[in-house]
């Protein structure tokens, strides 16, 4: 039926905001909220996005995979993709964001940032991730 949409978004300055505003071109010269409709509601945390989606059926948003609850809301196809594990690690899911550890170029690791990277590698590191809902890179 004709219906007004409802628009839920996060709060000017999230990370969740700024990474969707990149991945789809909501950005407009450094102002990510230029292209998002004046009467979209405006959540300041993942789970009332998902709440405001979950009690309004004309409603659409965006929060992360990993709180990605699908008992209560349809995680929607993007460019004829389901979003999943797979098609997130082969890439053709395209609205992800990467994370990476750092650390100063050439510098040699001192032994607890050692031992915390070879943690997150290790087998029980990647578990932390997976039950996370993250994606491992194993």
Known sequence: SDSTITVVTREVGSGTRTAIADLVGLEVAGNDAAKVISSATV???TGSVQTTVTTNKN?????SFSD???????ALQYDGVAVSEATMKDGTYGLKRNFWLI???DATLSAPAQAFYD????DAGQ???INTKLLSIK
Do not use: E, H, Q, R
Request: charged share 20%.
């Open 127 to 129: 578990a932390i991730v």
């Open 43 to 45: 959540c300041n945390d």
């Open 119 to 122: 943690f997150i590698l290790s």
């Open 103 to 105: 650390t100063k170029k």
């Open 59 to 63: 409603a659409i948003g965006y929060i």
């Open 68 to 74: 990605l609850d699908a008992t209560k809301v349809t």
